[in-house]
């Protein structure tokens, strides 16, 4: 566009004083060989605008979880929890009948690394530990979370996995810098995994979100230091590692084709930032 055109962004700054040098920034990045992002997977301000009230409510309908999760009740009456409050303030489940997936939220819990199937069999007891993950659509924006939750007194090794996991995610957070590389997120996450004897999923990452569920980049958690795609302003996508007490190693339940489960039955926990790259760094936009 003409430099003393409006900017693109919705700034109402001319090019030449917005993403003009944005532009050249990353064109200069480019031309280095680095993988960069193109324009349209960096937000507008209305966009973002949009896709940051969709993470409000996202962030509400955990925090409704968080109030009423406890031993005895059913991962069943969590999804019922999610998908009555978050319909009842004007959002959709991203989940519900996403590529045939029947529920409304995603219940890990222990072995399981991702994707549990709410069920009224599945009965939360003393000791576990249990990723709810939340995805909301709010006026066609999306956004996504997910939280690690204790279920009463859980065993040392139990706390240790999850306290590690969020050790990981703030570390992987530290990293998100313009300019940086997704690499350098996810070297930070697996180096402290590693250095607690864990492991990171290796096959299933965090993606790009806000104008659909699932955008790119995808976002890995175990590549080098400097590599990936470049981090640039207006880039917006999750830091979600998964990490396993034992192996990376996984299987998918031939049953429901959706669960995944830790190969050597260990334990398995995940904690999800939705996080928006600014010039100044990284803004959780789900916290």
């Not at 944005?22 to 605008?49: C, F, N, S, W």
């Not at 006026?139 to 007194?153: P, V």
């Not at 590549?223 to 302003?233: F, I, N, R």
Request: with cysteine.
């Amino acid at each position: 566009m003409e430099r003393n055109e409006l900017c693109w962004c919705g700034s109402g700054k001319k090019y030449k004083k917005c993403h003009l040098m944005i532009e050249e920034k990353i064109a200069y990045h480019a031309d280095k060989g680095e993988i960069v992002p193109t324009r349209d997977m960096l937000k507008t301000i209305p966009q973002i605008e949009g896709i940051q009230k969709s993470a409000d409510l996202n962030t509400a309908v955990l925090d409704h979880v968080a109030a009423h999760i406890h031993a005895g009740m059913s991962t069943a009456e969590i999804d019922k929890l999610v998908y009555d409050y978050t319909t009842e303030h004007g959002g959709i489940p991203a989940p519900l009948n996403y590529q045939g997936f029947p529920k409304s939220v995603c219940t890990s819990i222990n072995n399981e690394i991702c994707h549990g199937i709410p069920d009224e069999n599945i009965i939360l007891e003393e000791g576990d530990i249990i990723n709810v993950d939340v995805s909301t659509i709010l006026d066609g924006y999306f956004s996504d979370a997910s939280r690690m939750f204790m279920i009463g007194k859980v065993s040392e090794r139990a706390e240790k996995l999850v306290r590690v996991t969020q050790e990981c995610v703030e570390l992987g957070l530290a990293q998100a810098k313009p300019w940086n590389h997704l690499g350098d997120i996810a070297d930070a996450i697996n180096s402290h995994a590693k250095a607690n004897g864990y492991s990171v999923v290796e096959e299933i990452g965090g993606h790009g979100v806000g104008l659909e569920f699932h955008e790119e980049p995808w976002v890995s958690y175990v590549t080098p230091k400097g590599s990936e795609m470049l981090l640039v302003p207006g880039m917006i996508f999750t830091i979600e590692p998964m990490i396993n007490e034992g192996s990376p190693e996984f299987f998918v339940d031939e049953n429901n084709d959706w669960t995944v489960y830790t190969e050597d039955d260990g334990l398995s926990a995940q904690v999800e930032y939705m996080v928006r790259i600014t010039d100044d760094g990284a803004v959780v936009m789900t916290k």
